[in-house]
């Protein structure tokens, strides 16, 4: 389960910029095509986060639909797979423009 290393390296991104704060809420974007599953994330979160400046802290995932663009008509078209065609022409050159992305968006600290 890869997913218990990624939610330990969100806490350890998140205690590295609360300077020393507990933090209250995170907010986190994970791409729909990233290969990362949100409902594991959620639930690694309370383990991972017990003793750290996290405990008690609000997740809040926001998914992020994948989104490319056709390099043969300029189409902006909706992903559902990393290799997917364009809804425009049915085209396979597709370059990602969203949906593979895993980062913490914002946290929130107590003063």
Known sequence: MHEMSITQGIID???QHAGGRRVLSLDVEIGE????VPEAIEFCFEACSQGTLLEGAR???MRIPGRGRC???GADTPLTALFGACTGCGGYRVTMEAGEEMRVREIEVDE
């Open 33 to 36: 095509l990233s290969g990362v």
């Open 71 to 73: 390099r043969d008509c």
């Open 59 to 61: 997740l809040n995932i």
């Open 13 to 15: 991104i998140c205690e």
